[in-house]
C-alpha cells in the first residue's frame, strides 16, 4: 500500500520559516516526480513546487525550496519568510507522468499569524 506522510506544519509568526517533509512508503521515490501544492479555504488547489527525477524544478506561488533524500526516500519544502497569505493545507505528491501511478498524501496545515 503506498502511503505519502507529510508533517512539519503547524503555526508560525509571519517571517517565520517552516520545513516540510514528505515520506514515502511502498514506493520508490526516486523514480517520481515530486510536488508540493497547497489549498487555502474556498480556493483551488495550487502549486508550490515541483522536482523532477533528474533534479530540475518548477516554482509556483511562495518563497521556498524543494529538495528530496531518495536515500531516505523523503521530499522537503523549506519555507521562508512565510506570509499571512501562506496559511492553507500543503499536499505532497509524487507522479509518474504517463503512467497511473499518481498519489498523495493527507496534507498538513500551515498557519501563518500576523
Known amino acids: 500500500q503506498v502511503q505519502l506522510v507529510e508533517s512539519g506544519g503547524g503555526l508560525v509568526q509571519a517571517g517565520g520559516s517552516l520545513r516540510l517533509s514528505c515520506v514515502a512508503c511502498?514506493?520508490?521515490?526516486?523514480?517520481?516526480?515530486v510536488a508540493w501544492y497547497r489549498q487555502a479555504p474556498g480556493k483551488q488547489r495550487e502549486l508550490v513546487a515541483r522536482?523532477?527525477?533528474?533534479g530540475n524544478t518548477n516554482y509556483g506561488v511562495g518563497q521556498c525550496t524543494i529538495s528530496r533524500d531518495n536515500s531516505k526516500n523523503t521530499a522537503y519544502l523549506q519555507m521562508n519568510s512565510l506570509k499571512v497569505e501562506d496559511t492553507a493545507v500543503y499536499y505532497c505528491?509524487?507522479?509518474?507522468?504517463?503512467?497511473?501511478?499518481?498519489?498523495w498524501g493527507q496534507g498538513t496545515q500551515v498557519t501563518v499569524s500576523s
Open positions: 522536482m523532477y527525477t533528474n
Open positions: 505528491n509524487a507522479r509518474i507522468y504517463g503512467r497511473d501511478n499518481n498519489f
Open positions: 511502498g514506493i520508490n521515490l526516486r523514480l517520481y516526480t
